[in-house]
């Protein structure tokens, strides 16, 4: 048992998986952002889709695990005040919230697939379900009028489902209920009888059990979602169906996992270093399971789920565009629960 001391770097064993799991984010966001950049150069006529959202907030959510490991080293070892209390905390939140945040929005989309059947009027006229979950290309019937609005006006934006809007203000609220927190925290540096750790316990396990929930919701629709898929015998739907089971497993086990290390564990807290008798084996393991299993390899996961590119925009296809972010007013297509829908034969076959 070690005591880790204000002002002292952190054992070697410690750095190692600090660094270790900083490389690890580092490539997910690098990968990320160039998918990023490799996907707005095929599709550059509409600004944000589905597939460039989750990109950008997987890629941003890893770099902010990038800086939060780096800036952990060099706080332990400086012995910065600010660190151990409000700086630290915020920094430690951030990337989990747009972690949170993306699976969030990828539960809302599977919410979506799933009462399509029920709600097929309804979802048609706001045209969220008839979308892929990762739908990347879809051709639009338009008017004259509209064609002309689209000739002068090119690049076009993202409409927000009904649903999405729910994951938008969850979003937000979480952010507020985080800086609040923090705001606590600094407040409780003075004199005066807020404990900080008991703040950053409490936001702690509330996350962890937001986490635990979120885990649990992307396995039932995805049962859902295998059971609609498997009375369709087709090749193509075999292939949707073990995404969808690949990244509800992942998920669950990934989720719950780090979640009881928060709600067991003082590992998220690891920022008040000084604070705690550590083992630094188990603390390292412990780290691994949190950071790693709990975050790095579910990212990774959905970035290979989404790996393939869209279709580039070729001249003599009238219109060709990327999913919108959340809604889009396409019409619907044969195999709605696809990751990838079968838009890419019709453009071939206009083409």
């Known amino acids: 048992m070690l005591e880790l001391r204000e002002g002292a770097c952190f054992p070697r064993v410690l750095v190692g998986v600090n660094v270790v799991l900083a490389l690890v984010d580092a490539i997910i966001a690098v990968l990320a952002f160039y998918q990023l950049i490799r996907i707005h150069s095929r599709n550059s006529q509409v600004v944000w889709t589905r597939q460039k959202v989750f990109h950008l907030m997987i890629g941003s959510?890893?770099?902010?695990?990038?800086?939060?490991?780096?800036?952990?080293?060099?706080?332990?070892?400086?012995?910065?005040?600010?660190?151990?209390?409000?700086?630290?905390?915020?920094?430690?939140?951030?990337?989990?919230?747009?972690?949170?945040a993306a699976f969030l929005l990828l539960l809302s989309f599977w919410v979506d697939l799933c009462h399509q059947a029920n709600d097929e009027d309804d979802e048609y006229e706001e045209s969220s379900s008839q979308e892929a979950l990762l739908d990347k290309t879809s051709n639009k019937p338009s008017s004259s009028k509209t064609d002309g609005h689209r000739k002068r006006f090119p690049l076009h934006f993202f409409n927000v489902g009904s649903r999405q809007k729910i994951v938008i203000l969850v979003t937000?609220?979480?952010?507020?209920?985080?800086?609040?927190?923090?705001?606590?925290?600094?407040?409780?540096?003075?004199?005066?009888?807020?404990?900080?750790?008991?703040?950053?316990?409490?936001y702690v396990d509330f996350f962890a059990i937001a986490i635990l929930l979120l885990g649990g919701a992307l396995a039932c629709y995805g049962l859902l979602l295998c059971l609609k898929i498997s009375k369709v015998r087709s090749e193509q739907a075999?292939?949707?169906?073990?995404?969808?089971?690949?990244?509800?497993?992942?998920?669950?086990?990934?989720?719950?996992?780090?979640?009881?290390?928060?709600?067991?564990t003082d590992i998220p807290m690891l920022y008040h270093w000084y604070r705690h008798r550590v083992?630094?084996?188990?603390?390292?393991?412990?780290?691994?399971?949190?950071?790693?299993?709990?975050?790095?390899?579910?990212?990774?996961?959905?970035?290979?789920?989404?790996?393939?590119?869209?279709?580039?925009?070729?001249?003599?296809?009238?219109?060709?565009?990327?999913?919108a972010f959340i809604a889009d007013s396409s019409p619907s297509v044969h195999h709605p629960w696809c990751w990838t829908a079968a838009t890419q034969n019709q453009i071939s076959e206009e083409g």
């Open 238 to 264: 075999s292939s949707e169906m073990w995404k969808f089971a690949g990244v509800a497993v992942v998920s669950v086990l990934c989720f719950t996992s780090s979640s009881f290390v928060a709600l067991l």
């Open 172 to 202: 937000v609220l979480v952010f507020v209920v985080m800086m609040a927190c923090a705001l606590i925290i600094w407040i409780g540096m003075g004199k005066n009888h807020i404990d900080s750790a008991v703040v950053a316990r409490v």
């Open 61 to 100: 959510s890893s770099m902010g695990y990038f800086i939060y490991f780096v800036l952990a080293l060099i706080a332990a070892c400086k012995g910065w005040p600010c660190w151990s209390n409000s700086c630290g905390f915020i920094v430690m939140a951030f990337p989990k919230i747009l972690f949170f």
């Open 279 to 323: 083992n630094v084996v188990c603390a390292s393991l412990l780290l691994i399971v949190y950071f790693f299993i709990g975050s790095s390899i579910p990212s990774a996961f959905i970035l290979w789920i989404m790996r393939e590119l869209p279709p580039s925009v070729v001249a003599n296809i009238r219109e060709a565009s990327t999913i």
